[in-house]
C-alpha cells in the first residue's frame, strides 16, 4: 500500500499542476450537464486504480462505496463525490479522461525521455487471444503459431518506456501499421525529442521498403532488423560478400537496415535491446492481466481502451520508480 499512496501522490500533483497551467482561450459555456476537468480528472485517478486492482466497474463502484474509506483516502475523494454505477460507466470511457491521460503522459516523458534512452527504441508485436464468442476479432499468425484475437504493436524505448502502440485485428501485418505507430509515436514527441532516435531495432516482420522509408520519414531513425528471406532469394542464409556489395550500391533505406544488422554493432544492439520489448510486452500481458482479455472486451476500439488504461498504468509506475529512485521497471510491489 506504501507504493499505491506514493504513486497515487505523484500523479495526483501532475494532475493539479496540469490543471493549473494556462492553455489557450477559456472554454465558452455548453448546454446541458458539463463534463469539467475535475470530474474527468477524478474519473482517471478511477480508472488508474481499477487497473492496477484488476476491477471491473461494478467492483470498483462496490469497492469505493463500501464502509472501508482506505480507497476514496487514497483518491481524495468523499463518498459523495462517487456517482451511481452508471453514471462512471458513462464517464469512464469518456473522451476528455483520455485527454487529460495524455497530457500526463507528456508531463511524465519530460522526466522519464532523455537523449540517452531515446538513441535506441524497439518495435514489436504482440497477441492478444479472444475467445471465439468475439465475432469482431480474426484469426492470424504470431510467433507462437496460429490464433483467433487481436494484436498489439507496441514501441518502447531502451528503458522500456512505451512511447506507441496500436491495436489491430489478429489478420493485420505488421508493415501495414508501422505507419500509423510511428506517426503517433512522432505526435507524442517533442521535435528535440525525435531528434534524439537513431536507431529503431525490429524482427524480420519489419523487413520491408515501406518501414524502412516510414521510419526515416517519421522519426528520422535507422530501422535495424534482420533479413526476412522469404522477400527476397538472395537473401536466404548468411549473405555473400557479394550480395553485400550489391546491397550497398543499391542504398535504399532497407538495405541499409539489412547491412547494419549484419555488422558486429548491429548485431550487439539487437540482441541487446530486443530483449527490453519482450519483457515489456510480457509485464503488460502477464503482470498487469492484458494476456486475458475479458468477454465483455469485444472489438478493436474495446480492446485498444483496456490497452491504453494499461499502458498509463504502466507508464505511471515507471515515472513513480523514477522519482524515487527505484528500478524503473519494478511492477509487482504496487499490485500487492
Known sequence: MDRLHQLFANIKSLFSEAKNENRGRPKEKTLGHPFSDAVAIQTALIVLLATLKGWTIRQTHRNLTGREPIWRRLLGIRLSEIPPRRTLNDRWNHPLVRHWQQRIIKRMFRQLLNQRNLYVVSVDMSDLPAGLYDTLANWGFCGKGCFYGYKLHLLVTRDGVPLGMVVTRANRRETAVTDRLLASVSQALT??????????IGDTAYDSNPAAD???????????????????????GELTIQTKKKLKERGTNRDKA???YESKRGKKMFR????IIEQVINQ????????RLPYWVRGVRKVLKRVRNTVFAYICILYSNKLHRRPLREVAPYLV
Open 284 to 291: 503488460l500481458k502477464n503482470v498487469l492481466g492484458l494476456e
Open 191 to 200: 521535435d528535440d525529442q525525435i531528434d534524439s532516435l537513431v536507431f529503431l
Open 258 to 260: 539489412i547491412l547494419l
Open 272 to 275: 541487446k535491446y530486443r530483449v
Open 214 to 236: 516510414q521510419t526515416k520519414e517519421h522519426l528520422s531513425a535507422q530501422i535495424v532488423a534482420p533479413a526476412n528471406p522469404r522477400n527476397s532469394q538472395e537473401l536466404k
